[in-house]
């Protein structure tokens, strides 16, 4: 197992983003960025995991349905502050409730290449509240996770990995490990959806962030305006992010 992975009985898809490296010639510290998917589940055993992870902030990129669903259930008596900054990509409220029998693997597909062209075009704003969060004082170790922790996710990390210099073969290559244990996500679809579609649902493909950041060299001149112009991080911003996170 990747040792980056962090083994929870209630969460799937839970890691530490340390040792990536960056073009700066300098790699993300381990024990202060995390990423998962839901922390509905987390079991007596796993408080204990994430007490050890010494967690002061917690984003969590999950719609309000979500969250009252499925509240997160974190150790009693923690002081970790949680921020929620959910919402639900463009077409997610059609695409759930339209699987079923006869559902296609190709129109997942489709259907999730679409949310990640809308993440940078669509949510820029709900990840600028994630960076905000992360560069508060005091934020750190913090994690953040949505309900299987791979697309909303998998776009708020890459946007990090970005920020701080790693290449994008690198974020690519992180954002794939999410495929090493899914999330089962048959509590969310109706009875029936065939395997294939089922599976299309769980898991990510590397042209689901190639579809991000195609939306973002159409739209901005570069990755620094992107990350200025649409996320609020300044060269100061990103400075003070590194140097919190970068060894």
């Not at 079923?100 to 669509?122: I, K, N, Q, W």
Request: proline share 5%; aromatic share 6%; charged share 25%.
């Amino acid at each position: 197992m990747n040792p980056r992975i962090i083994a929870l009985e209630g969460a799937t898809n839970c890691r530490d983003l340390g040792d990536i490296g960056t073009a700066h010639r300098g790699v993300i510290r381990r024990g202060l960025l995390f990423r998962s998917d839901s922390l509905a589940e987390l079991t007596e055993d796993d408080f204990a995991r994430l007490d050890a992870l010494g967690l002061h902030t917690v984003c969590d990129l999950r719609h309000e349905s979500e969250r009252i669903r499925k509240p997160n259930r974190l150790p009693p008596g923690t002081q970790i502050r949680q921020h929620a900054i959910g919402f639900l990509p463009r077409g997610a409220h059609e695409l759930i409730p339209s699987l079923g029998p006869h559902s296609d693997e190709m129109a997942v597909h489709s259907a999730l290449a679409g949310y990640y062209r809308c993440f940078p075009l669509d949510h820029a704003s709900d990840y600028a509240r994630m960076f905000e969060a992360l560069l508060a004082p005091d934020a750190l170790p913090a994690l953040i996770h949505c309900t299987s922790g791979k697309d909303r996710t998998g776009f708020g990390i890459a946007m990090i990995l970005m920020a701080l210099g790693v290449s994008r073969e690198d974020i690519v290559a992180d954002y794939l490990l999410s495929n090493v244990a899914p999330r089962d996500l048959r509590f969310m679809v109706p009875e029936g959806v065939p395997e294939s579609a089922l599976s299309a649902l769980m898991k990510v493909r590397a042209d689901y962030l190639q579809a991000s950041f195609a939306a973002i060299d159409e739209h901005w001149a570069s990755e620094q305006d992107f990350l200025r112009e649409a996320l609020g991080l300044n060269a100061r911003a990103i400075s003070r992010l590194r140097d919190l996170l970068l060894a």
